[in-house]
């Protein structure tokens, strides 16, 4: 089968996670992602651990499948040959500090002026425009500022920041939709155009309930643990040997009478505080210990397989480990073991999408920096080796024989 993007080709300038995690989406659909990387070391990401062998496995699993040429771009000889690039390819992508581009000679009019079709896609903390665009801005720091943070943990405890770096993931999904608008638009217009994605405005997008309730109720929305603000129970509780979550409020009403029959507390069934979903928000306090207590009394898989059997919406808290052995996981294809030649084989997720007709998926490990130099500027640009081998004694560009920043622990 196709891949559906197989036709786009992405010059890739981005480089830790939010951008390398967009253009990985866009590689594992099809794409043909050109890393384009500083020499001699690359993407910083390539010295970030755990490890395997000299190689990054922060940077192997999100830069699985591309390609890499390295060129510097503050050298006149390196920024033209990039343009030259850009005269064949489909999208930009970049996550500097607005402004950097422009100050590189490469910004949008000048890529745009090569190759009128091009869509030039930037991810950055606060965006192209307004009173923030020129602050450094990690992951952390949109999750604390678009208010994630603030709802996230136990009430009266510390701000908490998410197990995962949702600042970064949801810019870079929110990147992925803004490159296959502009493409979809493109085939209608014949023009390319600039993509803007904020980190902060991502986060405000995913803050969609806490925003909406603040503004119906005038409350200030906090942290509820594991609590669902209008779903009661919707939660994790503790069992006799871990913990499971359970998700009432959104199904039939005959759920609550079930769960209380099968969690052997037949008497709250009728209660007047728990007999709606609303009654039992309101109510949680009293209720929660409750029904704490009847889950502390059998294991885990236990309660899993009864209260599925009632059809009540539910499952086990698993660990990382859990997750990734958990058969219907490995039957879905979620983790795949991807060999590189130095690094070996690392297990890493794959890409969630499928479709009947096209392929996606994992396309092969990550790039040595510089790996594909000599050949991209042969098929593209008409360059021969010997051609590539001088700018390469001039500092301009790195080949495969060029230092490798992944190999340093």
Known sequence: MSRPLEDVRILDLTWVLAGPFASMILCDLGA????????????ISRTTGPYQNGWSGYFFSINRGKRSVAIDLRSAEGKELFLRLVEHADVVMENFTPGTLDRLGIGYEVLATRNPRIILTSISGFGQSGPYSQRPALDIVVQAMGGVMSITGEPGGNPIRPGASYGDLAAGMFAVIGVLSALHERERSGQGQAVDISMLDTQVTVMENAIMRYFVTGEVPGPLGTRHPSATPFQAFPTADGHIVIALGFGEENQWSLLCAILGVPEIIDDERFETGPKRTRNHVQLEPILAKAFQQRTTAE??????????PCGPVNTVAEVVEDEH??????????????????????????????????KGPPPSLGEDTLDVFGALLGLTSEEVATLEGKGIVATRGGPDISKIT
């Open 32 to 43: 043909e992602v050109i890393k384009v990387e500083r020499p001699p070391f690359g993407d």
């Open 303 to 312: 309660w899993y397989a009864d209260l599925l059997a009632a059809g009540i």
């Open 329 to 362: 996981i490995r039957e879905r294809g979620m983790i795949q073991e991807v060999t590189h030649p130095v690094a070996g084989t690392i297990p890493i997720a794959n890409t969630p999408v499928r479709m009947s007709r096209s392929e996606s998926g994992i």
